[in-house]
């Protein structure tokens, strides 16, 4: 048995927030897959941006 914690929560939630938002940007199919594909690794570009941020 598998006990799961809030992050999963979290990051699903995150998921389809960041879908909604790229896909809302996209004018073609093709942004439309761009934008899915960032929303998968939305963690990513929130990380990068954030020590972009902080300059480390």
Known sequence: MKTTGASEGIYGLGF???LVY???QANTWLG??????????WPAFLVYD???Y???
Request: no cysteine; proline share 0%; net charge positive.
């Open 16 to 18: 389809i927030g960041a």
């Open 32 to 41: 439309w897959l761009v934008g899915f594909l960032k929303a998968l690794v």
């Open 54 to 56: 902080l300059q480390m």
């Open 22 to 24: 790229y896909i809302l």
């Open 50 to 52: 954030l020590m972009k």
